[in-house]
C-alpha cells in the first residue's frame, strides 16, 4: 500500500511524475498509478506533464496586474496588438508579426512588463524579399528591437515579383516575435474577445 498522503506530497506539491515517484519507492509506476487511482488523484495531462518537465521551477513569467493608468494603458495596447496582429492558430507559443518597430517593440514591452517575461527569451522570424540585403536587414532589427543576432532563425527569402509598394513598408522585411510558452499563450487568447 501507498500511503495518500504520500502520494500527494510527491505528485502534487513536488511534481514529480509517476515514473519518478515509482522510482523513489522501488516498485513499478503500474502500482503507483492504481494507488493514485484508489485515492482519486486527478492525473496530469500529456502536455501538462511536458510543460512540467520544461519548466522545473515553474512558469517562466509572472502576470503582474496592470498598477497604474500607464499600465493599464500599455496592457490594452498589448492584448490589442495580440487581437489584430497575433497569431493564435499556433497553440503553443505567443507569435505577432508585422514590419512596424514601434509595434514590435510595444507589444514586447507589454509581455515584459506585465508578464515578466525575460528579452533574451525572446526568438525571431525575419522574412524578406531577395532585393533586400538579408545582414543588413537583421543589423537593423537587432539594433532596432535591441536584441541580439542569436536570437533570429534562419532568415525566410521570397523571391521579389516585381517592385511594389511593399518597399515603403517593408524596407527591412517582417519581423515575428516567438515567445514559446503554452500557458502565457492560452493566458493571452483568454483575455480576446471570442
Known amino acids: 500500500m501507498i500511503e495518500l498522503e504520500y502520494l500527494?506530497?510527491?505528485?502534487?506539491?513536488?511534481?514529480l511524475s509517476v515514473k519518478q515517484i515509482s522510482v523513489l519507492l522501488g516498485c513499478s509506476?503500474?502500482?503507483v498509478t492504481y494507488w493514485m487511482n484508489v485515492y482519486g488523484i486527478k492525473r496530469r495531462s500529456i502536455s501538462e506533464a511536458v510543460y512540467q518537465r520544461i519548466n522545473p521551477t515553474g512558469d517562466p513569467f509572472t502576470v503582474i496586474p496592470p498598477k497604474n493608468r500607464k499600465d493599464a494603458e500599455l496592457f490594452g495596447m498589448g492584448v490589442g496588438l495580440y487581437w489584430g496582429e497575433g497569431t493564435r492558430a499556433n497553440k503553443y507559443s505567443v507569435r505577432l508579426g508585422n514590419t512596424d518597430p514601434l509595434l514590435l517593440s510595444t507589444f514586447m514591452r507589454f509581455l515584459i512588463e506585465l508578464y515578466g517575461v525575460k528579452k533574451d527569451d525572446f526568438h525571431f522570424g525575419l522574412q524578406i524579399f531577395t532585393d533586400i540585403n538579408p545582414m543588413q536587414?537583421?543589423?537593423?532589427?537587432?539594433d532596432t528591437l535591441a536584441?541580439?543576432?542569436?536570437q533570429f532563425y534562419a532568415i525566410h527569402t521570397t523571391i521579389s515579383g516585381s517592385i511594389g509598394t511593399y518597399r515603403k513598408k517593408s524596407t527591412y522585411?517582417?519581423?515575428?516575435?516567438?515567445?514559446?510558452?503554452?500557458k502565457l499563450?492560452?493566458?493571452?487568447?483568454?483575455?480576446?474577445?471570442?
Not at 536587414?137 to 537587432?142: D, E
Not at 536584441?147 to 542569436?150: E, G, Y
Not at 499563450?185 to 471570442?194: F, N, Q, S, Y
Open 8 to 15: 500527494l506530497k510527491q505528485y502534487n506539491e513536488q511534481k
Open 147 to 150: 536584441v541580439k543576432s542569436s
Open 185 to 194: 499563450r492560452d493566458i493571452l487568447v483568454g483575455l480576446l474577445p471570442t
Open 29 to 31: 509506476a503500474n502500482r
Open 173 to 182: 522585411g517582417v519581423v515575428t516575435i516567438y515567445y514559446h510558452n503554452k
Open 137 to 142: 536587414a537583421l543589423k537593423y532589427w537587432c
